[in-house]
């Protein structure tokens, strides 16, 4: 059974910092891509990071110079760390990893920027 485990969201002020993780497990296919999506309320899930099995990332421009995603491929962990958060930034954030045969998501880590 696939399994994504994340861990690592919360409240924090803006302008703190962040890092929440994803761990894959039950996975048998090679994973090429790694991802975070996020859903504030009212709002579609939309595209946060993701880096390719080669390690190239690529970012929302909400997002860049302030979230930097990384991966252990050996581990199947995921890290986004997400620093200068604002209020706006306020989700839930979704771990996504497409394999060679399909997408899987996580069940979803909460975070939310307030003072």
């Known amino acids: 059974q696939v399994q994504l485990a994340e861990s690592g969201g919360g409240l924090v002020q803006p302008g703190g910092s962040l890092r929440p993780s994803c761990a894959a497990s039950g996975l048998y296919a090679r994973i090429d891509i790694w991802g975070w999506y996020r859903q504030a309320p009212g709002k579609q899930r939309e595209l946060v990071a993701e880096v390719t099995s080669r390690n190239s990332p690529d970012y929302a421009d909400f997002v860049k110079g302030r979230f930097s995603i990384s991966k252990d491929s050996n581990r199947n962990i995921v890290t986004l760390q997400m620093d200068s958060l604002k209020p706006e930034d306020t989700a839930v954030y979704y771990c996504?990893?497409?394999?060679?045969?399909?997408?899987?998501w996580g069940q979803g880590t909460q975070v939310t920027i307030s003072s």
């Open positions: 996504y990893v497409k394999t060679t045969i399909r997408g899987y």
